[in-house]
């Protein structure tokens, strides 16, 4: 068999206009089609970032109903408590302060959850707000009378339910985050997070053992 | 709509056929294009225009990149519907969301999914989009997806929004999804042509150096740009392609809205106000997805041929004229009335009249839905909306009666699930055990969109649960089978856990798996024998083997592989097992609430929504 570059008569004939487009330009349409690849796949990474941080944003979401309807049940919770415990009205202050402040902080944690300063302040605020709640309840015990009060059972009984679903949000939550964070931090993924500025997110930790033994549930 | 489900359902399966024939000829004119711009170009030199090599270099580059980025895209898009919603700029609306309005709008979608049979889908709202529109998206009833723009939500009336959402819906009821999402495949693919040619022109023009490579340099810059231009030719087609096929389904859907609420004055409502605010929208991935929407969503220029909606004057006057003709459709109509009469145990029931009634919607159905989410008592509502409460739900309705059986399953998820949720579960289960049967498929459907606000492990944890409880071999009533696997199946697209399409299968190859349903539907009649062969003879080709299965070869590992395998039925096949079903239920003279749940349950498995008993 002659050399595999041996070209025939009739191969050359075929081969000229390819040959004229020259090798240069056969490089350079490669090139292209390479180019486009690449497009596609930096754009795949890309979306899937963007994707996986709006799962966790969407997470949040359901956070903060749950978050707003504990933050709406406290005012009742303090006022069926008021009539009861008048020599009290220090432990009630604190509730209600603290509720505010988680509020607040819960409404700048829902506008960007993305952000890991917003995240912290309201974990340090819903801790406080934790303790303030278990002071109150501990107290509560302690009268009999408000602790039979059919409204203050009631209250009772969707604060603990509220509780509940809070946590399974919080579990749905950091598996999101961790998601994210996991995909931001493995190559390849992670040159384009660098590239394009996606954050590391925090994840939603209740600190405060007190907090998370008055939940009596543990996720 | 005289023609049935699974008609609609072929009807436009062949389109898809159309469709690709469009592409097809498309992507051969552009080659042709691109060659003879070489072809004849100054560096040829046997003076001939026939390079067959040339001819193969270019077709081969060119289907490279088309298919390569159709492929990229189809493959995103398997994910379902709430891709393009991502796309568009979608956010997802909570179904306890504080703002009056959006309330309204989940309450408008979540009536209409009941009164459809069909799972609430997720509901995005366009948040930068003022114009009013609306589309959907997925490949089947059971990951659709429906947005709006905030518009819509805004400023339609009650009305007027159930007029565009019924829109919406009747897509997703004549299979209209799938080929959309095909399209935008392969409009994509096109798209990236005109990439490739631009990165070929800044090669081109900006390469300096030797005098050699400028000759290059320009030539293939010449070749961007022509590139560029087909590239734009070929994005005409894929306008003209989307325009040909959605203007004809739009003047269809719109008929079957108005057939489905009985109420023209809303749709007519929201074109008008259209006409006067107009459905444009901001968004620059419009061009992409412009074929689903609700109203034409790019600017004015695009008219006539390329328009991807028929004008709004025109639709206007249409719907006034169907509202003025007398509209003699009692067909739907009497078909409720059959199957009202079902639920009295009554009627011996027809098949075909059951059948019939598949991918139905009317505005009876509508009230009764209605009426029927007015009453619900507010612990299930409040359950069924939020992740928790809609984990705790499906535990709920699965736990049995019996003791023995009771016990059995807590035990079994004591030692896989948080207490917290077992509690909760426990404390419910008498509430969704006072409904009656044939609330509990509509409340699996409404707590559809908060299980797919679960992350991915507690999806795994949760469908692990439900496979275990489903598959405890005869531990469990058929209808919470059917019911537990229905949540899996609904699910799983979502969480990427199986893909939204599943390859077809003849009907051959689905017999074994068509007798082993129909074997344990037969076992819910007083004479299983009997009742299987009056089902069976709906099928096609059955063979003289073709007889009830003995009970120990009945187990619901065995169905729960059968009607995976269904799942891949073709639409005539589909069909034909329905009425099979149907059938063998009634042999007893009598279908009663139950058992026509299962056989919803069990049509939804073939994609197939039946509406409930109205």
């Known amino acids: 068999m002659q050399g595999l570059i041996h070209l025939a008569e009739e191969e050359r004939k075929f081969m000229k206009p390819i040959l004229a487009l020259s090798g240069t330009v056969i490089g350079l349409i490669l090139a292209a089609v390479f180019g486009l690849l690449v497009i596609l796949i930096v754009g795949g990474m890309y979306n899937t970032l963007v994707k996986l941080r709006n799962l966790f944003k969407n997470a949040f979401a359901q956070i903060d109903v749950q978050l707003k309807r504990r933050y709406d049940l406290i005012p009742n919770l303090v ?5 009861y415990l008048k020599h009290e009205s220090g432990t009630l202050e604190a509730v209600t302060q603290a509720r505010n402040v988680a ?46 009060n059919q409204n203050m059972i009631s209250l009772m009984e969707e604060l603990t339910s509220t509780e509940n679903k809070i946590a399974f949000a919080r579990q749905a939550f950091n598996d999101a985050v961790t998601r994210y964070n996991t995909k931001r931090e493995t190559f390849p993924t992670n040159i384009i997070a660098g590239i394009f500025g996606f954050e590391a997110a925090e994840l939603f930790e209740i600190k405060r053992a007190e907090e998370r033994e008055n939940v009596k549930v543990s996720f | 709509m005289s023609t049935d489900f699974w008609a609609r359902q072929e009807k436009a399966r062949r389109r898809t056929g159309v469709l690709v024939v469009y592409f097809c000829l498309a992507v051969v004119l552009l080659i042709t294009g691109v060659y003879f711009i070489l072809a004849l170009g100054p560096h040829d030199e046997t003076g001939s225009w026939w390079h067959p090599d040339l001819l193969m270099l270019v077709s081969v580059g060119m289907m490279a990149v088309i298919g390569l980025g159709s492929f990229v895209r189809l493959s995103q898009l398997s994910a379902g519907g709430s891709v393009v919603a991502d796309m568009l700029g979608g956010r997802l609306v909570h179904p306890e969301s504080r703002d009056q309005n959006e309330r309204r709008l989940m309450n408008v979608v979540q009536e209409m999914a009941i009164a459809s049979g069909v799972s609430v889908p997720p509901v995005y709202v366009m948040d930068d989009e003022a114009g009013i529109n609306a589309f959907a998206a997925g490949y089947a009833p059971s990951d659709a997806v429906i947005g709006v723009t905030r518009g819509c939500v805004q400023k339609l009336t009650r009305d007027e929004l159930q007029g565009v959402i019924a829109h919406e819906f009747s897509h997703i009821l004549n299979g209209d ?59 005409f087609f894929g306008n003209l392609i989307q325009a040909a096929i959605s ?74 004229a169907s509202f003025q003709e007398e509209v003699p459709e009692s067909a739907p109509q009497a078909s409720v009335e059959t199957v009202a009469g079902l639920a009295s145990g009554s009627a011996a029931v027809k098949a075909k009249d059951v059948a019939a009634q598949a991918g139905q919607l009317s505005a009876a159905q509508i009230n009764h839905a209605h009426q029927f989410l007015e009453c619900l008592p507010s612990e299930i509502t409040t359950a069924v909306h939020e992740p928790f409460g809609a984990v705790a739900a499906i535990y709920a309705m ?62 795994r944890d949760f469908s692990e649960n439900l496979r275990q409880l489903a598959e405890a071999d005869r531990k469990i009533d058929l209808f919470e089978f059917a019911l537990a696997r229905l949540v899996r199946r609904h699910l799983a697209p979502h969480f990427g856990d199986a893909p939204a399409e599943v390859p077809r299968r003849s009907a051959f190859q689905l017999m074994p798996s068509a007798r082993i349903i129909l074997s344990s539907l037969a076992r819910l009649n007083p004479d299983p024998a009997a009742a299987f062969h009056q089902g069976a003879r709906h099928l096609p080709k059955t063979t003289p083997g073709f007889d009830l299965l003995p009970e120990n ?21 589909a069909r034909s097992l329905v009425k099979a079903c149907t059938d063998t239920i009634s042999h007893d003279g009598v279908i009663d609430e139950h058992e026509y749940e299962i ?13 409930p008993l109205a």
């Not at chain 2, 509509?442 to 606000?453: C, F, H, S, W, Y």
Request: hydrophobic share 45%; charged share 20%.
């Open chain 1, 79 to 83: 006022e069926t408590a008021k009539g």
């Open chain 1, 103 to 148: 509020a607040s902080c819960a409404q700048t944690a829902a506008a960007n959850p993305a952000s890991g300063s917003a995240m912290r302040e309201l974990m340090g605020a819903e801790a406080a707000l934790g303790g303030a709640l278990s002071k109150l309840l501990v107290t509560v015990e302690a009268y009999p009378d408000l602790k039979g």
């Open chain 2, 177 to 235: 999804m799938r080929l959309n999402i095909k399209l935008m495949g392969i409009i994509f693919g096109i798209i990236c042509l005109t990439v490739v040619a631009r990165i070929l022109m800044r090669i081109g023009f900006y390469s300096g150096g030797s005098r050699d490579r400028n000759q290059a340099g320009a030539a293939l810059g010449v070749l961007g740009l022509a590139l560029f231009v087909l590239g734009w030719i070929g994005v």
């Open chain 2, 247 to 320: 203007r004809e389904r739009e003047h269809l859907a719109d008929s079957s809205a108005v057939q489905f609420t009985r109420n023209p004055a809303g749709l007519v409502g929201a074109l008008k106000k259209i006409a006067g605010i107009g459905s444009q929208l901001e968004t620059k991935r419009a061009g992409e997805a412009s074929h689903m929407f609700f109203g034409s969503s790019l600017s004015r220029t695009w008219a006539g041929l390329f328009a991807t909606h028929p004008p709004i004057e025109e639709r206007i006057r249409l719907l006034d």
């Open chain 2, 398 to 459: 699965l736990l049995g009666d019996d003791p023995d059986l009771r016990q059995f399953q807590l035990q079994l998820l004591g030692t896989r699930e948080h207490p917290a949720l077992l509690a909760e579960a426990e404390k419910l289960q008498p509430i969704f055990a006072a409904q009656p049967s044939r609330a509990k498929l509509p409340l699996v459907e409404l707590a559809m969109p908060a299980l797919r606000q679960l992350s991915h492990a507690q999806y």
């Open chain 2, 553 to 573: 070869a009945n187990t619901m590992v065995e169905v729960s592989r059968a009607l995976d395998q269904l799942a891949g039925a073709r639409p005539a096949f």
């Open chain 2, 599 to 611: 056989l919803r349950a069990l049509c939804d498995t073939l994609d197939c929504p039946l509406p």
